[in-house]
């Protein structure tokens, strides 16, 4: 038995059956789906043009909310809800 194989605990193991098996898949492929075989699954870094492109994007409707002055009451968190 390969050694990576008997270092997963038989509960994980079941977990990982149990979701192949919902999937009518067998734990081969269901596990290739999840690696992604072939794909680059690391996250690429924003450059610094799209970070604050996605910050303006985050803050848009934000522009009348009262500014923050680093200490937070009850209020000012619950501000919106009723």
Request: hydrophobic content about 30%; charged content about 35%; proline content about 4%.
């Amino acid at each position: 038995m390969n050694e990576a194989v008997g270092q997963i605990k038989p509960e994980t193991l079941a977990l990982i059956e149990e979701q192949a098996r919902r999937q009518g898949i067998s734990v081969d492929e269901y596990l290739r789906r999840l690696l992604a075989e072939g794909q680059d699954m690391g996250l690429k870094p924003d450059s610094g043009e799209e970070f604050e492109q996605d910050m303006a994007a985050f803050a848009e409707g934000t522009e009348e909310l009262p500014e923050s002055n680093g200490s937070y009451s009850r209020e000012n968190v619950y501000f919106d809800h009723d």
